[in-house]
């Protein structure tokens, strides 16, 4: 009879430890391919899975139920898991919820729906957004002006804007690369575009998009760009009506005065900036700090802000990484001027050394930006014409994670921000 008992027990035992969630943990020494877990948390939203996001939690791991599909595709592509008991996972969630602790745990309810606005012909340059959801198997929508301006953004839920000129002046690459055949050809087909589309002028139709994809914001979506789509964006918004074009852009003459004729109330983060009207410089505005920083490669990072993961889960969330001091990249927008930032946006990410912000986040009616400053997180300087980075080389990339942050966040059930 009392082995019969004993039995009973060691069964009842093996069923209360038996495993019952995976954890996908997030931080510096354990996980050995940050991009791709959240490829993997993403994965298991598009397939109705439920999931948490453990923020602050040993670099802001990812809670997910235990089942073979998942235990495989973890093992597929690289990721570290840990199986977890019930137990273990009340004792984890038990840790988070305490008052003492800056941590949270935040639902993940869906898989958001991801466009990526990029020309449909070869550019010059790559797109880290564009490749790290590659790597990471995160699947995206390549739009752009035609799907934008036929109200398409409204198929999805987060837009990514990158290394575009929403001014009508080509990237400001007249100086180096008017006679370059990819610039003539990008000149020629941009132009056809906007004629195509019942513009008379590039920076007309440009103007269009951008006020488009604001709507798309107000609305309630999500929008992140990174390089030179953060400040032309503000530009264009800001111009609207102006001709800030010289004549080898549109083939006329800016109006005059410009410069007194921009509307800052029209702009989702920027003020008081000053355009650079020289056609030749590779530069929009003062906004951008490139030129008038001095820091060498070595000494370049930026430091995450720390915020109450209870209190602030949004720029939290935002903020997830193993490591709170990220290697700088420079772009053609490397950073922001802190003092032509409006008051409203949230600065998540600084230089120490000159105090330029590189991260910001904001809201726009219902819906939220991040703009990121730089092009390629693990290429300090790129330049047009280089190789695209190998990220089977950078797995476990800080400046990378932030892109994934942000690709992830409309997932999540929504509170509000409160910082």
Known sequence: MSQRIIYILVILLSFSAKASFILLPMDETTQQNHLKAYGITYWCLEKNYKASWLLNYRGGSFLLPDAPEIRKECQIRGVSFEILSDSEEASILNEISSPSQNMETVILEKAPKVAVYTPKGKQPWDDAVTMVLTYAEIPFTPIYDEEVLSDQLLLYDWLHLHHEDFTGQYGKFFGAYRNAPWYIEQKKESEALAAKLGYAKVSQEKGAVAKKIRDFVIGGGFMFAMCSATDSFDIALAADGVDICETMFDGDASDANYQSKMNYGNTFVFKDFILERRPEQYEFSDIDMTLKRRIP??????????????????????????????KGFMGQTTSFDTAL???????????????????????KGKGMYTFYGGHDPEDFQHQVGDPPTVLDLHPNSPGYRLILNNVLFPAARKKKLKT
Request: overall charge negative.
């Open 341 to 363: 930032i409006k008051s409203n946006v949230l600065v998540m990410g600084t230089c120490e050394l000159n105090g330029e912000a590189r991260y910001i986040h904001g809201e």
């Open 297 to 326: 490669m070595e000494k370049d990072y930026f430091t995450l802000m720390e915020f109450s993961a209870k209190w602030d889960p949004i720029p939290s969330m935002l903020c997830q990484n193993h490591t709170q001091l990220v």
